[in-house]
């Protein structure tokens, strides 16, 4: 079975310009998380799928992130414009969201922002 | 509100040595799963555990272990004869009647040879 993808792997952009993250969750997983996680700091959910719907985006900045995950698969993360303290690896994870209890989450490699 | 608190920040043990790793969490609803994940310094995040709140059996496998207590909200999470290869970053992870994922801020472990 597949893993998640995550492309790309790095980025290095400057600021104010924009950046799009791509994610392939594991065939058949309806819910999908984009993180953020900051060196030494643990991951912070930024948004939350279930299918194509949105569950959770309360931490997402969206004066400045947008997320979409058309058709319930994969999902892009942008962020337009881009801040210094954007720099972050970027995470990606799915899980089977059955309602039966299978929530733990699978991540993908993730992608390493860097905002110069 | 949900809360998970993993108090040690950093822990290191000599090879072979054994090693707990604690993880106290808040929750207001009676069904909940908790989980611990794995970050090597490789940064790929990998799923050990789950455990949901009506089964507080203690689980074991191979060299880890963990103890689920409701009394004291802790699922804390024990490796045996530790190895420089358990080296990572171990996160505690709950999720509840909210379908959040609350992760805490996580316990470097290093072990040394």
């Known amino acids: 079975e597949a893993g998640v993808a995550q492309s790309p792997r790095y980025k290095i952009i400057e600021k104010r310009q924009s950046v799009a993250f791509w994610c392939n969750p594991i065939?058949?997983?309806?819910?999908l998380y984009w993180y953020q996680q900051i060196l030494g700091q643990g991951p912070k959910l930024l948004i939350q799928?279930?299918?194509?719907?949105?569950?959770?985006d309360s931490q997402l900045p969206k004066d400045r992130f947008s997320a979409e995950r058309l058709k319930g698969v994969d999902s892009t993360l942008k962020i337009q414009p881009a801040k210094l303290e954007d720099s972050a690896v970027y995470l990606c994870?799915?899980?089977?969201?059955?309602?039966?209890?299978?929530?733990?989450?699978?991540f993908g490699p993730g992608t390493r922002l860097t905002v110069t | 509100a949900q809360k998970v608190t993993q108090a040690q920040t950093e822990i290191s043990v000599v090879e072979k040595e054994d090693v707990t790793l604690d993880c106290v969490y808040e929750?207001?609803?009676?069904?909940?799963?908790l989980f611990w994940y794995k970050q090597p310094p490789s940064g790929e995040l990998v799923f050990l555990i789950r455990?949901?709140?009506?089964?507080?059996q203690n689980e074991i496998s191979g060299r880890y272990s963990w103890n689920f207590q409701k009394s004291t909200s802790s699922f804390n999470f024990t490796i045996t004869a530790s190895q420089v290869v358990d080296s990572a970053v171990y996160f505690c992870?709950?999720?509840?009647?909210?379908?959040?994922?609350?992760f805490g801020t996580g316990t470097r472990l290093k072990v040394l040879a």
């Open positions: 994870a799915s899980s089977s969201g059955s309602g039966t209890g299978d929530y733990e989450q699978y």
């Open positions: 065939s058949g997983h309806a819910t």
């Open positions: 799928f279930q299918n194509n719907g949105v569950v959770d």
């Open positions: 929750t207001r609803d009676t069904t909940y799963y």
């Open positions: 455990r949901n709140s009506f089964d507080e």
């Open positions: 992870a709950l999720i509840s009647g909210t379908y959040k994922y609350i």
